[in-house]
C-alpha cells in the first residue's frame, strides 16, 4: 500500500477542486451580484412607483433614530417619503408560513392605506396565495389601524393571513411614529 497515492494525492486532488470551484464562484458572485442587486433595486422601484403612482420622486428617511423608540415594529425594512407629499412607503419584512414575506405599503399623510403589494413570498401556492391578489388584499386599501381589524383572515391560510396583516399593522403604527416624531 502506497500511502502517498492512496491517501495524500486524493486529498491534494479534492482539496484542489474544492479551491478552484470556490474560487470560479466568487468570481460569478463578483460579477452577478450588483446586476441582482439593481434589478431588485428596479423592481422596488416600479412597486413604490404602483403604489402612489402621483409621487413625483422617494427620499429614503434615516429612521435609526426611530428604530429606538421602544414600540417601533422590528420588521419595518424602511421608509420612503415623496417629495410632493403623496404620503409615505413602508417596505416591510414580517414572518409567514413559508418563510419571510415583503410588503410594501403606501399611507397617506392623515393615516389611510394607498394601496398594498407583496414583493416576495414563499407561501404555499393556492393556498396562501390568494392573500395577496385581489379581492383580499384590496380590503386594507383605505382604511387606518382601526379599519383593517375588521377585515377576516382567509380560512385554511390563517398564519399567512396574520403574517399580512400583522405586516400591515406594523406599517400602520411605525407611521404613527413617524407622525408623533415629526410633530415635535
Not at 413602508?90 to 399611507?107: A, D, H, N, S
Request: aromatic share 8%.
Amino acid at each position: 500500500m502506497n500511502i502517498k497515492k492512496d491517501f495524500i494525492l486524493p486529498i491534494v486532488v479534492l482539496s484542489l477542486i474544492c479551491l478552484f470551484v470556490s474560487g470560479a464562484l466568487a468570481i460569478v458572485n463578483y460579477y452577478t451580484d450588483p446586476v441582482i442587486k439593481s434589478a431588485s433595486k428596479q423592481r422596488e422601484n416600479d412597486a413604490m412607483k404602483e403604489i402612489i403612482p402621483h409621487a413625483d420622486e422617494f427620499i429614503l428617511l434615516d429612521i435609526n433614530n426611530i428604530r429606538l423608540e421602544d414600540n417601533f415594529p422590528k420588521t419595518i425594512a424602511s421608509i420612503y417619503n415623496t417629495t410632493n407629499n403623496a404620503g409615505y412607503i413602508f417596505l416591510v419584512t414580517t414572518p409567514g408560513y413559508g418563510g419571510e414575506i415583503k410588503l410594501i405599503c403606501g399611507i397617506t399623510l392623515d393615516g389611510k392605506i394607498i394601496k398594498t403589494a407583496t414583493l416576495e413570498h414563499n407561501e404555499t401556492q393556492g393556498l396562501g396565495t390568494p392573500i395577496f391578489d385581489q379581492p383580499h388584499a384590496g380590503q386594507y386599501w383605505g382604511n387606518d389601524k382601526a379599519g383593517i381589524e375588521e377585515i377576516d383572515v382567509i380560512s385554511g391560510a390563517t398564519i399567512t393571513s396574520n403574517a399580512y396583516k400583522n405586516g400591515i399593522r406594523d406599517a400602520l403604527t411605525a407611521f404613527e411614529i413617524l407622525k408623533t416624531k415629526e410633530a415635535r
